[in-house]
């Protein structure tokens, strides 16, 4: 692991190979409409890997983590009606 006082950049421009952070939100989305059905956290609705997103229960501006405990599937329109508020 590396430390996150340094940057991605930085460890780029020095030869370290760090994944684009959007190949592992893909996989994290794939896991994740295996393990919720393919459904929205929030309403329920059915969704794919193209119309899906990733949205912190705990809200990161509120101190939640990236966890994957953290993490749950949400439909676009879901995830922008909750934006930082606290559903619990
Ligand atoms: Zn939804």
């Known amino acids: 692991m590396y430390s996150p006082a ?5 460890l780029r421009s ?6 684009p952070r959007r190949r592992r939100t893909n996989r994290i989305l794939r896991a994740k409409l295996i393990v919720s059905d393919s459904c929205c ?3 329920g609705y059915s969704l794919t890997l193209n119309d899906s997103t ?4 705990l809200p990161v501006s509120k101190g939640g983590t990236n966890r994957l405990d953290n993490l ?10 909750k ?3 606290i559903v619990w």
């Open 6 to 10: 340094v940057s991605r950049a930085f």
């Open 14 to 19: 020095v030869g370290v190979f760090i994944p």
């Open 41 to 43: 956290y929030y309403c």
């Open 54 to 57: 990733l949205d912190h229960v």
């Open 72 to 81: 749950v599937l949400a439909c676009y329109e879901c995830n922008q009606e």
């Open 83 to 85: 934006a930082d508020k």
